[in-house]
């Protein structure tokens, strides 16, 4: 991992960076970095099994505290890292997880007096009041701490996994139904679409141009935003079922009737985001009928399809493959009105194109509630096991009658 430069004074090396700090103390190092060092500033920046590393600034970061559990020779550590060597009497873990808890209390933030950027610095950590018991009470803290975070991270992971079955669930059942509908014994016949399977014989294959109509939103410049008047619309507003106008800036009225105003959505309209972020349809509602979408957003209106299956064939396989084709070689991951003027779409009749959204907003919902119980039971643990380290480092738990 180590390499040379011809003078010999210079050493590239992986090294420890915020990122690799996560928010419960544990020390991820999946994701690696390197850069030059010189060599007696490598050795200085040495990393070995005890230290402690804190995350000095960042408004993610700021704060966050890891064990180091095994040598790490010949990497060094960033600048926006601390590295804490504790000395005898004193344990690596307890330290640790005392800084965890200080940081997950607000204590942290406070200290360091934040306020714009978050930053820790060596000086103001060295000065952090850390009331410490015995070198073996320390030991049996966190032998106490390890053994039962590690049977909350191992459920939290169990869940983290469900979620991920359930949503990939959920996307197979969409484009599943968008793709072959719901009667599996149905004729099928050779969609003749770039890496599609067959479709029902009766479905009609045709442009996506002849099924809806599209639109994507203006290039405004800052300059003209105002401070009130037509609503512009931000991808901000475009995140959930239905439009709002969170995070959106405004135009002036007479500019937008001069020059925008055959971009005004309606009511009922469809926008989506232009991005590489797919996956969410939101209805223009009667809070944001009359806006102006910005660039990046589109405005869908339905045509021979009907709003109900327009919402899930964006979201599909199905579209997503073709938009993703289209893009091929592209170092833009962004598509709007003539990557899909492109695109073809296998229709199903209007009273199917009903019967499979009715389908998938009951079977999507299911799985909808089964992702959120478990992301609530990630939440709870996560806050259990903050309170767990809090309470055991400041003796509210007496690990001895756990043990």
Known sequence: MLQSKDSGSDVRAPYLRAANVQPDGVLALDDVNEMWFRDAELEQ???????????????????????????????????????LRP????????????????????????YSNVVSMPHLTAEKL????????????????????????????????????????????????????????????????????????????????????????????????????????????????????????????????????????????DLGDLLISASASMGTVSEVTEETAGAVPYTGIIRIKPGRMHKDFIRWFVVSGEFIDQVDSLKTGSTIQHFGPTHLAQMRVALPPIDEQRQIAAYLDEQTAKIDTLIAEAERFIELSKERRSALITAAVTGQIDVRETA
Request: overall charge negative; proline content about 6%; glycine content about 10%.
């Open 45 to 83: 920046l040495s990393i070995r099994t005890g230290d402690v590393v804190v995350v000095e600034g960042g408004q993610g970061g700021f704060g966050r505290a890891a064990y180091v559990d095994e040598d790490l020779p010949g990497w060094g550590f960033q600048n926006s890292i601390n590295r």
């Open 87 to 110: 000395i005898s009497d004193f344990d690596g873990r307890f330290i640790a997880f005392y800084l965890i808890a200080l940081r997950a209390s607000g204590f942290i933030r406070a």
């Open 126 to 265: 060295a000065r952090i009041p850390m009331p410490l018991p015995p070198l073996e009470q320390q030991r049996a803290i966190s032998d106490y701490l390890d053994r039962e975070t590690a049977r909350i991270d191992m459920l939290i992971e169990e869940q983290q996994r469900l979620i991920e079955m359930l949503r990939e669930r959920r996307g197979a059942a969409i484009s599943s139904a968008v793709a072959r509908g719901l009667d599996e014994t149905v004729v099928l016949k050779d969609s003749g679409l770039p890496g599609a399977g067959p479709v029902p014989a009766h479905w009609e294959v045709m442009p996506l141009r002849y099924t809806i109509s599209f639109q994507e939103g203006p290039g405004i410049m800052a300059a003209d935003f105002r401070d009130e008047g037509v609503p512009l619309l931000r991808v901000s507003c475009v995140r959930a079922a239905r439009s709002t106008l969170e995070g959106c800036n405004y135009l002036d009225p007479d500019d937008v009737a001069r020059r925008w105003s055959h971009f005004r959505v």
